[in-house]
Structures are given as C-alpha cells and as structure tokens.
C-alpha cells in the first residue's frame, strides 16, 4: 500500500515542492520523500514510536526518532531529490543444508568435512541469503575410531543448528556354502559372530563341522561345510 505522509503547500510554481509518502508490504515499510527544489530540504513526519530511528539507503545516514517523528534532510533535485528511509532487516533464524556425507564406517580414513554445507540466514522482511563461511562456526568432534552418533553444531548471528554424523560399525560378508550351493549369506558386524545355517544332509556322509571360524568376523568370509563319510553300521 502507498499513503501520503507529507508535502508541502500547493504552488503554481512545482519546483518550490517536496513529497513523503509511505510504502508498505508484507514484509516491509519504507518512506520514500521526494525534493524539487533547488536546494536541500529539511523535512520533519510521522513515522510512529516503533523504532528509535530510520536509515536513508541512499546515503546510509541514520534518522533518530523523536516523538514519534522524524527529521530529514532531502537533497536538491540536482542530487538526486531522494531519500528512502527503510529499517535494516534484523536476522530471525538460520537453517543448513547437511554436507554430502554423514555416515561412515569405524575406522574409516575418510575426510570428516563440511563439503557441500550450506548455512542460510533468515531476516525479518523475508528474504534470506547465503551465509558466508567466515560467518559461521562449526563446532564438534568426529571419532571414526568408535562406533556412535556425534552431534556438530552450525552457530551464526546468535542461531544454532545441528546435524549429526554417525559412525556405524564396519560390516563384513559371511557367506556360508556346501561345493557351490550357498546356504547362507550374512551381513555381521566387525568382530562379532556369524550364525550358522542349519546342516544339510547328503547321502553317505557324515556332517563335520565348518572349514573356518566366524566367532570373530574381521574380513570378508566363505565357510564352508565339511564332510566325513558315513560309518556304516553292520
């Protein structure tokens, strides 16, 4: 919405005159006030008790407010005759995307890294930008020699947001086999123990057991069954 705030007296002469008006959206107001004069005009309006002072984008020169009024100095219409007044959007939260990896396996000699993070900081008029990495700290530990979750915090302009990295036991494939039938194939978790696959049977034979251990997987296996030939009985 546009509304007139201020202006000066109708003359036949347009050059003798200025004009404020504000402008309001969603997110944001601004007063905007216009000079035609040939020489700086000091202006004073209403802008309200919200804020302690209003800033000129053009100039950067900051405005205080005085009983809920403000004064300007609007330069000649040879210097551009503009003032905009605006607020400096204040930051009201920040959000991340997470790095391109967060899981690994114990042990793994893998870069624990930030690569592919992004930080993005919210302001009040609803826009949001890309933080830059110098504006944000990273803080946390990651221990790829023991199995857990790590949390990793992202602070930037007094907001915190955190992911976590998880570091999951090394696995290994067992796979249990009688000649070239697999009976079994098992994912287990580095040094723990394989479960066995109930023996088949086989005419004239004995079962005898397994050909390696799978108490304490710490590579990749194939175990494979043992026959003995079967005693028979008279």
Same mark, same amino acid.
Request: charged share 20%; hydrophobic share 30%; proline share 3%.
């Given at each position: ?5 201020? *202006?000066? =007296?109708?003359?036949? !002469?347009?050059? !003798? @005159? ?11 107001? &601004?007063?905007?006030?216009?000079? *035609? ?20 984008? %053009?100039?950067?020169?900051? %405005? ?10 609007? #330069? ?23 790095? %391109? ?6 042990? @793994?000699?893998? =870069? &624990? ?19 830059? =990495?110098?504006?944000?700290?990273? @803080? $946390?530990?990651? !221990?790829? @020699? ?11 302009? $007094?907001?915190?947001?955190? %992911? ?15 000649? *070239?039938?697999?009976? +079994? ?14 023996? #088949?049977? +086989?005419? $004239? ?26 005693? +028979?009985? #008279?």
């Amino acid at each position: 919405t546009r509304a007139n705030v201020s *202006n000066s =007296d109708e003359t036949e !002469d347009t050059s !003798d @005159s200025y004009l404020v008006f504000k402008r309001s959206t969603e997110n944001e107001t &601004v007063y905007v006030g216009l000079n *035609n004069k040939a020489e700086a005009q000091s202006v004073t309006f209403e802008v309200g008790t919200e804020f302690t002072s209003w800033t000129d984008l %053009y100039s950067g020169t900051s %405005y205080p407010v005085s009983g809920g009024k403000v004064t300007v100095s609007i #330069p000649a219409a040879s210097d551009g005759g503009t003032v905009v007044l605006a607020q400096a959007p204040t930051v009201t939260g920040i959000s991340i995307t997470e790095p %391109y990896q967060t899981s690994f396996e114990c042990g @793994s000699t893998a =870069d &624990v890294d930030t690569n592919g993070l992004t930080v993005t900081a919210h302001y009040s008029n609803g826009m949001s930008a890309a933080v830059l =990495d110098s504006d944000y700290e990273v @803080s $946390g530990t990651v !221990d790829t @020699s023991k199995v857990g979750s790590y949390p990793i915090t992202i602070s930037a302009y $007094g907001f915190s947001e955190s %992911y976590t990295v998880q570091v999951a036991a090394r696995t290994y494939t067992v796979t249990f086999k009688d000649g *070239n039938t697999v009976l +079994k194939t098992q994912t287990v978790e580095e040094g723990k123990a394989a479960e066995a696959p109930a023996a #088949p049977t +086989k005419a $004239g034979y004995t079962f005898d057991g397994w050909d390696i251990a799978f108490n304490n997987v710490t590579s990749d296996l194939t175990v494979n069954e043992k026959w003995k030939a079967a005693v +028979k009985t #008279p």
